[in-house]
């Protein structure tokens, strides 16, 4: 056995579990209000940042030690004071911007909850139904992407599809499915007021909270259909539909595509956003390689395989992707050079 491979493993699993530990210690720094408690606060004392908070001295207490030994807090031993860098802050404290990451905390707690029917799956098959993960699951993939549709879809990434922004801001039909909590929706139609937009989703629980969105964001044009794609009717067809973070979900993929083809108008496009992965494995052992598997395995396959589906996992990479189009009829498909350190974006025509 060569030992410092496994003096070096250890130290990996070290780190692994501590990073487990970092997630929840960040989770509950997103979620309290601490991290925007002691964000554009310099250095704070203990208790600064009690009082900033509000929150339990001995839990704040134990979160700031935590935290620091994590590096995402600054520590000075000689003052005994701690702050939360700037470009910490950009990151952790930013809700609602492109740049917020904090959503990401989010998602292990109820995917790792989710740990003894996914073991009970791997020996008996089946899995685990999207709805019977906990709501903070559907509000993490929310909060995890919602940021990017609200500044990055209308202005920034639609803008590659020139020919779409002017069939909508002329007043055209968008159609977004798989929509979940609408913030994509009501994006579009924050951004295209002129255009009717539909959002469909077989997830009750989603669609009641795209519906409460909607009427907080005073989004009149917005519909929120509780269906699959049957209960969309293929005429008059759509500008634009498009497909987020969904696709690898189903449990049949390609008879999806196929309805949506039925529902494009002529000349409409389908816009697809999957995760960024690439097609060899090699060349995905990353930390967000490891993170989209984890994210994967108890999650997206797993709720797909819940319904006798295809499985596909977050990971399918362009090659699988694209193969998913193509089955389905699509005659044109292109990646859009939209940079994304997560996502990949696609342009697919009939
Ligand atoms: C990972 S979530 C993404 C939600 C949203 N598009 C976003 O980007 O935040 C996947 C969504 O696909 C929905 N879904 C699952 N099966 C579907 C189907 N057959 N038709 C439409 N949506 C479906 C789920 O209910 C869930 O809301």
Redesign the pocket.
């Known amino acids: 056995m060569d030992k410092h491979k496994m003096v070096a493993m250890a130290e990996r699993i070290y780190r692994d579990v501590s990073g487990a530990m970092a997630t929840g210690l960040a989770h509950l720094g997103a979620e309290s209000g601490l991290f925007t408690a002691m964000s554009g606060r310099g250095t704070m004392s203990l208790a600064m940042v009690i009082e900033a908070s509000g929150l339990q001295p001995r839990y704040v207490e134990e979160w700031l030690y935590g935290m620091v030994c994590a590096g995402y807090l600054d520590y000075d031993p000689e003052a005994g004071t701690y702050a939360l860098p700037e470009e910490h802050a950009y990151l952790l404290s930013s809700v609602g911007t492109d740049h917020y990451m904090g959503g990401m905390f989010g998602m292990p707690p109820p995917l790792l909850a989710q740990a003894p029917r996914l073991l009970q799956a791997m020996r008996d098959g089946g899995g685990v139904p999207?709805?019977d993960f906990a709501p903070a699951c559907?509000h993490a993939?929310?909060v995890?992407?919602?940021g990017n549709?609200d500044n990055r879809l209308a202005d920034y990434w639609l803008a590659q599809l020139p020919e779409v922004v002017a069939r909508l801001q002329a007043g055209g039909r968008v159609l977004?499915?798989?929509?979940?909590?609408?913030?994509?929706a009501i994006a579009l139609a924050k951004g295209f007021p002129a255009s009717e937009i539909v959002g469909?989703?077989?997830?009750a629980a989603?669609i009641a909270e795209a519906r409460a969105a909607a009427a907080a964001a005073g989004t009149p044009g917005i519909r929120f259909v509780h269906?699959?794609?049957d209960g969309i009717p293929e005429q008059p067809g759509y500008d634009l539909i498009?497909?987020?973070?969904?696709l690898h979900?189903?449990?049949?993929p390609v008879a999806?595509l196929q309805q949506v083809r039925a529902r494009l108008a002529p000349d409409g496009v389908l816009f697809v956003?999957e995760l960024k992965v690439a097609d060899r494995l090699e060349e995905n052992r990353t930390p967000i390689g490891t993170m989209f598997y984890g994210f994967s395995m108890f999650?997206?396959m797993t709720?797909?395989l819940a319904?006798d589906g295809a499985g596909l996992g977050a990971c399918m990479g362009p090659a699988k992707t694209t193969a998913l189009f193509t089955a389905a009829g699509f005659a044109r498909v292109e990646q859009l050079s939209i940079k994304s350190p997560t996502n990949l974006f696609y342009a697919v025509r009939a």
């Not at 977004?176 to 994509?184: E, I, K, Q, R, S």
């Open positions: 999207f709805g559907r993939i929310d995890m992407n919602r549709y977004d499915v798989g929509c979940g909590h609408g913030h994509a469909v989703d077989p997830d989603s269906a699959t794609l498009t497909i987020f973070d969904s979900d189903l449990p049949d999806v956003i999650h997206c709720q797909s319904h």
